[in-house]
């Protein structure tokens, strides 16, 4: 089983990255919020990892916090929750917030993220609630997202993350339409994932 990747990014696409480790290159798939953390192609990278043996395929799914990691594993525990949909919930919100929403029995907030329904919802509220309550998941700080500011800050994070310049803008341009030109540049990038991920 690989457990850790450390390396080089050769290219991220969407939710996949390849990372090259002694002259292979592995592919990993990604959240977003994981994404999104990634350095630009050709820089240093380290991720942790779960390996997903099918019987016609071996599959890395990656993480940028060890946060996400362990609410990935309690994720894939629930009953009808592979590993591709488990990518897709923590796409939705940063661990943290998931695991609070988890907790707090928020099924409308759980239904606004992609591929979740409202049997899905309540099936992992009512299986993970009580795991997440002993844990430390709750409350924990998540690392800053992009390092950067200003107008442009947003669009760069966009480009940076692989999307295509008309993409970028138009999001953006959402973004600040419903948050508004002064928040937090962490907010608005979890914003527009949100938004290409079509979460209503």
């Keep these: 089983m690989i457990a850790r990747l450390s390396g080089t990014l050769l290219e991220k696409r969407g939710d996949l990255a390849v990372v090259d480790v002694g002259g292979v290159g592995y592919q990993v798939h990604l959240s977003l919020q994981s994404t999104a953390r ?25 993480f940028a916090s060890e946060e996400e990691e ?12 592979g590993p591709r949909l488990a990518q897709t919930i923590l796409s939705g919100m940063p661990a943290g917030e998931l695991a609070a929403a988890l907790v707090g029995g928020e099924i409308a907030r759980l239904t606004r993220i992609s591929g979740v329904g409202k049997k899905t919802a309540e099936r992992l509220v009512l299986e993970l609630k009580d795991k997440l309550k002993t844990s430390d998941l709750l ?8 390092p950067l500011s200003g107008s442009g800050a947003l669009v760069s ?9 008309a ?12 948050l508004g030109p002064a928040a937090a540049v962490e907010d608005q990038l979890r914003e527009a994932l949100r938004l290409i991920s079509g979460a209503p």
């Design 70 to 81: 362990r609410l990935f594993l309690l994720l894939i525990e629930v009953s009808g929750v």
């Design 38 to 62: 990634l350095p630009a192609e050709g820089g240093p990278v380290q991720l942790r990892t779960y390996t997903h043996v099918r019987e016609d395929a071996l599959q890395l799914f990656g």
């Design 139 to 146: 409350g924990r700080a998540e690392p800053p997202v992009v």
């Design 157 to 165: 994070a966009l480009l940076n993350l692989g999307y295509k310049p």
């Design 167 to 178: 993409t970028a803008e138009r999001t953006a341009d959402a973004v600040r339409r419903s």
